[in-house]
């Protein structure tokens, strides 16, 4: 595809890019955030067992396990019910949309400065009151973004099990009790596969170490990319342009 043919479809991207961003900006934070401490947890108490009882519980004190038991309800939207599961479904495909297109906007400009003879894979925006979160925005995308796609696809995978069944864990239909994401009526090898991935069990301790710099990378980028787009919207408010989406 042709630099010129490729500008619409980029123009395009970017436009979607933001204006989904402002929507899911607050949400993104919050599973990102909350995401980090769920899996900080599981690095150092282990995978809960039967009854949802951690290995080293006795070690667990009372207030953190009353804390991980309501970040969990917030990350997983169980706090909201079934409308929590709704609420994943869009993140999900949200997040997915965001690693796709962000990744397409980097290599285009990766493009651009190849041309040049600059093809070093991380730089530095050095010009712009936001230049430092441009800077840190792309390189959380960039090192990021393998990792972003494959958890925002299991957890709308996760999320739309329960939406399909209309039935979350401990719900009135008789689910199991309140946990991580209990397996539904039907699919449960499928939901436990996308499970398994989503928390990065295949990789043990190291993928749960891994998963709290993920979640704080993820925060960092909705927080980031929030900030871009606030000094974009000031520029534009300067020049007589005011729209929030554009």
Known sequence: MRATEARPIIATLRQLHRSIAIVLVLFITIIGLTGSFLQGVLAVYGEPGPGGI?????????????????????????????????????CGLGLFFFSISGLWMYLELYRGRARLGRRTLFW???????????????????????FTTFISFTGFSLDFDFVRNNQI??????????????????????????????KLDFLGTAGHVLGIFIGLGLATMAISGFWMYLAMLGRRAKAGQKRLFW
């Open 124 to 146: 530095a925006t050095n010009a712009g009151a936001d230049a430092a979160m441009r800077s840190l925005h792309r390189w959380f995308t960039v090192g990021l973004v393998l």
């Open 169 to 198: 864990p401990g719900g009135n239909s008789g689910g199991p009790p309140p946990g991580p994401r209990g397996p539904p009526p039907s699919g449960a090898a499928w939901h436990e596969l996308n499970f398994t991935i989503h």
């Open 54 to 90: 951690y290995p080293a519980a006795a070690a667990m004190p009372a207030a953190l396990a009353a804390l991980h038991h309501v970040v969990l309800q917030i990350h997983t939207g169980f706090i909201s019910g079934i409308a929590g599961a709704y609420y994943g479904v869009i």
